[in-house]
């Protein structure tokens, strides 16, 4: 497959997935990136391969990621443990759904939840930098398990910023700091990535030669990414964390609401 593919379309697909890995493995959003190079750079591709072939990519440089949080800071394995089962099980319920439903209205309300996570993220300046757990145990698993199932099946059903979405659940419901809630959010992810992958794999929609070519640069990125936000800490990453909140709201306010305004001045 890859010999169909110009040469310059394969440099700047790898380019785009180090940048993804980069980002998503401080914040999330590294969809923000790879998958629009993917879909403009691919356009006769199937929309399923495509997404398909993104998530071999992602679950990579996601899994390194998660590795390298875990060799570095203490994960709040209490919580995450049960987000990831139950993410497993949602992103893989939300990737049957989308196959049944419309996901229009989801689709014009993602912009107005992402303003609303990021006026909250902007005027709690003291937010996520200081680790303070602020449930018990038996609490933090139940509403581990909440969050898991529910984010999994907006993944697995939509799907931008999710890695975001799982950050800010874990610093304003269970206390974290910003790098407990990213290394918390990197495990569910890899759930997410998975479930994903055995509902395209099987059928057939997955570009694997060009997915693993770019899970080489996507891990790379990660690997700069993750360094970065543990020597930085947790300010660094609330100032990345509300960029890419930021370009998502300009993004999904463009793919939603666009269509819309052509057919107005039409």
């Not at 049944?100 to 930098?129: H, N």
């Not at 990453?237 to 463009?254: H, P």
Request: overall charge positive; glycine content about 10%.
């Amino acid at each position: 497959m890859l010999e169909n593919i110009e040469l310059w379309v394969l440099i700047a697909l790898c380019i785009a997935a180090f940048g993804a890995g980069l980002i998503d493995a401080m914040v999330g959003g590294g969809g923000l990136i790879q998958i629009p190079a993917l879909f403009g750079l691919l356009p006769t591709q199937g929309h399923a391969t495509l997404l398909g072939t993104n998530k071999i990519s992602s679950v990579v440089g996601t899994t390194f990621a998660a590795y390298k949080y875990a060799k570095a800071i203490q994960v709040p394995w209490n919580a995450v443990i049960p987000a990831t089962v139950m993410a497993l099980i949602g992103a893989f319920c939300g990737a049957y759904i989308v196959t049944q439903v419309s996901t229009e209205v989801l689709r014009l309300l993602l912009p107005i939840l992402l303003i609303a996570v990021a006026i909250y993220t902007f005027l709690r300046k003291d937010l996520g930098s200081v680790h303070a757990p602020k449930l018990d145990k038996n609490r933090e698993r139940f509403f581990g398990a909440c969050v898991g199932l529910t984010i999994g099946l907006y993944d697995g059903f939509f799907g931008p910023g999710t890695g975001s979405f799982l950050m800010v659940a874990f610093v304003v419901f269970f206390g974290f700091d910003f790098l407990a809630a990213t290394a918390g959010a990197k495990m569910v992810n890899i759930a997410c990535n998975l479930a994903s992958l055995a509902w395209f794999a099987p059928a057939g929609h997955v570009i694997v030669a060009l997915g693993l070519l770019m899970a080489v640069f996507n891990l790379a990125g990660a690997k700069v990414g993750a360094s970065l936000a543990i020597r930085k800490g947790a300010g660094f990453v609330r100032k990345i964390l509300l960029a890419v909140v930021f370009l998502l709201i300009l993004r999904t306010s463009y793919d939603s609401y666009w269509p819309y305004v052509k057919w107005w001045i039409a």
